[in-house]
């Protein structure tokens, strides 16, 4: 009898609440400059980790003369000071001397509010991996704190061009997510274009104007070694992968028109899958690699459409503005991003597939060619800063954190976010 | 002949006389004049019997005798009847006091019943009384009662909030999270508010969502305290909600 009252009591004796808001906003944390322990080390993890976390906009960093404690141990860490301080995750961590390497990092992640450490590591150092190792702690800790992988470790391709003694200079470069440690993975007079990772971010497909028309080349990455795809003399562009790699999609020209076509790289065959009087081109493969989305000017102005491979149905997906065009879908295939015009200049739109939810994320006159990162976190785009003289610009999902990359050759366009390394 | 005849009526006459003053005697005179009558009697009786040689002078001496004798009675019969108002006087002066007394028992008795009476009157008012005022304050006390759990539901609607404003302000929704959904946690309290354990209960959300809903519960710790030890609760249910969704 005492214990049915018992639990009845203690059944009936529950507060009831119901929380209705919360601020949106990002993670407050703190990167605590590290301990050097080491002589000539003049590299800054604090203050690249705190720049990376930054720029995903998921999180805000506390500026370091705020900082309450200065210490390199999380032992050391009072954590109710910094909890206090609304700070709810701090970075600690040293550079120490290290027999098999240059030097070792060792960081430390410590949830103030639970007052424990979620993770630490000592990672040994090269000294010109400095900063894909600040990189890779960076993804260490976006993914401790948001669940979601992390992409400070990946690479971005894009097209530079110079001027140079009166000759054009076209560059397709790999580069780190920033914009680091660029590499040219080919060069050409003529113009290059629209770059496509393959799916296991071995190979480069893109388009090269060395025969005067635009024709689609796939390169390995690796051994540089190129072919054309499909090996045929028309005019062939705006390549695009599918999920699985064995296909691309490409425009080719027909008669007068543009037409998107599927190649099965294996058998270098080809097959027609668009029919229109309009132009149809710049085709994205969805994830699940069901469906194909281009842009198409079949109702008069550039909008973009979505065709089914099984069922051949094409649906119209979006509506607003007077252009949208040049897709890139996230890899969840939920959201779909494009170069969008309502008439007040050239902007990045981001479309909601669920739930038709339109946005426009940028506000600049000529922003192009964005891509999703590929935790679908973040979107690249170029801009033009100033006449002929384009910039690259990654920006947070909700459009609120922009950061141009830096990068050093002139006219930069059409950067292309490659997936995870497979 | 005519004499005889005469005196025969006068000895008759003699005869009712003695007759009526002996019973008057006897009725009206206490046993202290018997021995006085006892004698005039005998010497009656000592007259009859010499009747029969009495002469008409005798006779009229006797009757002399007889009307002395009358007196006599008579001045006894008044003495008597003196005393007997005199008794009566005395009877009255006794009954007087005795009323007197009687009286002042009774008044003493009746100022006794009346005391009585009173006291039990104002026993009677007291209980009451008391009763009308254990009925008020029972009647306060339930007023009290109902002001008290008026109040005790008003304290827990301001407790109730207090701890939903103060989890608000600690309730950073990432924005990393897509989750629109709404969660439910369950923790525990200690009296002081410090939050003891947080467990997150149906929440089909992201992971960075459901931390932002741990952290504001931990953040929020102590929680405001229970503005009445009625109201606290060492479990809380808090459902996640986000307006708009």
Known sequence: MFLLTLTLNSAHATLKIEVTHGIKGAMPIAIIPFDIQVNSFDENFAKLISNDLYKSGFFEVMQSYNYPQKVHYSHNLKYKVWRDLGIEQVVVGRVLPSIRSDYAVEFELVDTVRGKRITGYKIPVRKESFRKIAHKISDIIYENLTGIPGIFGTRIAYISSIKEKHRKKFTLNVADMDGYNAVPVYISKRELMSPAWSPDGKYLAYVSFEKKHPQVYIQNLAKGTRVRAPDIDNSTSAPAWSPDGNMLAVTISVGNNLEIFTYEIQTRTTKRFTQSLGIDTEAIWSPDGKSIIFTSNRSGKPHLYRKFLNTGKTARLTFKGVYNADADISPDGRYVVMTHNAGQGFKIGLLDTKTGYFRVLTNGMLDEAPSFAPNGRMILYATEQKQGYGILVAVSEDGRIKQKLSLSDGNVREPVWAPYKK | ?245
């Not at chain 2, 026993?123 to 759990?149: C, G, I, R, V």
Request: glycine letters at 2%.
């Open chain 2, 1 to 245: 002949m005519v004499s005889h005849t005469i005196s025969w009526q006068t000895f008759n006459q003699a005869i009712g006389l003695h007759l009526l003053v002996a019973i008057i005697l006897m009725l009206s005179i206490g046993e202290k004049q018997a021995p006085k009558i006892g004698k005039i009697l005998e010497s009656i009786e000592a007259d009859l019997i010499d009747i029969s040689t009495l002469t008409t002078q005798r006779q009229a001496f006797l009757e002399k005798k007889i009307e002395a004798e009358n007196k006599l009675l008579e001045q006894v019969r008044i003495s008597k009847e003196k005393r007997l108002v005199e008794l009566k006087d005395q009877e009255a002066v006794i009954s007087d006091a005795e009323k007197k007394q009687n009286e002042a028992i009774n008044k003493a008795s009746k100022d006794k019943v009346v005391r009585e009476q009173k006291l039990s009157e104002e026993k009677a008012k007291e209980d009451y009384e008391k009763q009308l005022l254990l009925k008020e304050e029972e009647q306060l006390s339930k007023l009290q009662q109902q002001e008290h759990s008026k109040k005790l539901s008003r304290l827990k609607v301001e407790y109730k909030s207090a701890i939903k404003r103060h989890i608000e302000t600690n309730w950073v929704i990432p924005q990393s999270s897509r989750w629109e959904g709404s969660c439910t946690a369950f923790v525990r309290q200690n009296p002081a508010g410090d939050v003891t354990s947080v467990n997150i209960e149906s929440c089909d959300s992201d992971f960075a969502y459901k931390k932002s809903l741990e952290n504001a519960i931990w953040k929020s710790s102590p929680f405001p305290l229970a503005p009445n030890k009625e109201l606290f609760e060492r479990e809380v249910k808090i459902s996640f909600n986000p307006e708009g969704n």
